[in-house]
């Protein structure tokens, strides 16, 4: 995703990592950008040492940079993601979409918080991830848990326009992890949410693979004439700040 980066003439004064983890993001955006704030969102299930170091490099930086702290899971209780509107230029979301039971919801969020001109930069996992798992004879008794939101190259895309984001770019590639042990994968597949317990999966008989194949979508999408009159039920609304008050001279 930094690589795609690279390519977008693109100088952010705000940024929103959704999610950051742990911290790690901000480090290698802070160099890309440095002088933009970071607006982080950060996990609250992350092991106690890592949190409070997590929690310690927010505050710094928000001290010396500005931008502000924002919970994972508040959003995914309220749906909402605690910015005003049109308060940032960059949204950088990391594996993230696959989580979500309502991905178009998220996006109609990052068009709200996202200023004209803004760009959304974003990975997620798609459905081929962790095929291997559901190939495998009886694999129920793996406890497998489907993606919330199984989502092709095609679906995003399609998603992106119907919530008016523009110039959609996205693309698709397959990693695969290869494993020598049983408990590594099983590790994995639960780091994935693609099981419910590494314990219920060890309990089992069953010949587990040695690699686990992830499907990776990539793409980034602009928030172009965000201001311009939207059309619905052939009724067009108007942004009251397009208005203006045509002044008429005496010579008129």
């Known amino acids: 995703m930094l690589q795609k980066l690279d390519i977008v003439k693109l100088e952010p004064k705000d940024i929103l990592l959704i999610p950051d983890f742990p911290g790690a993001h901000a480090t290698f955006l802070s160099k890309r950008f440095p002088r933009a704030a970071f607006h982080s969102v950060g996990e609250e299930s992350l092991p106690g040492m890592d949190f409070w170091q997590f929690m310690l490099a927010r505050k710094v930086r928000s001290i010396f940079k500005g931008g502000s702290s924002i ?40 068009w709200r918080v996202l200023r004209e001109g803004g760009l959304l930069s974003f990975s997620y996992l798609g459905p081929d991830t962790g095929k291997e798992l559901r190939a495998i004879e009886n694999s129920e008794k793996l406890g497998l848990k489907a993606l919330m939101s199984p989502w092709d190259m095609h679906d995003m895309g399609d998603a992106l326009l119907g919530e008016r984001f523009s110039d959609p770019v996205i693309d698709m590639e397959y990693l695969y992890l290869e494993y020598e042990s049983d408990d590594l994968l099983l590790v994995d ?64």
């Open 189 to 252: 597949a639960r780091a994935l949410n693609l099981i419910v317990s590494t314990l219920v999966a060890a309990q089992t008989s069953i010949d587990l693979p040695k690699k686990l194949t992830l499907e990776l979508v990539y793409g980034h999408a602009w928030v172009i004439g965000k201001h311009l009159a939207q059309t619905q039920n052939q009724v067009a609304y108007i942004d009251p700040k397009q208005i203006q008050r045509k002044t008429i001279s005496d010579s008129d």
């Open 71 to 110: 919970s994972l899971e508040a959003y995914r209780q309220t749906g909402r993601i605690d910015l005003p509107e049109n308060s940032v230029d960059l949204i950088f979301s990391d594996l993230l979409i696959q989580d979500l039971p309502d991905p178009k919801h998220f996006l109609k969020e990052c």
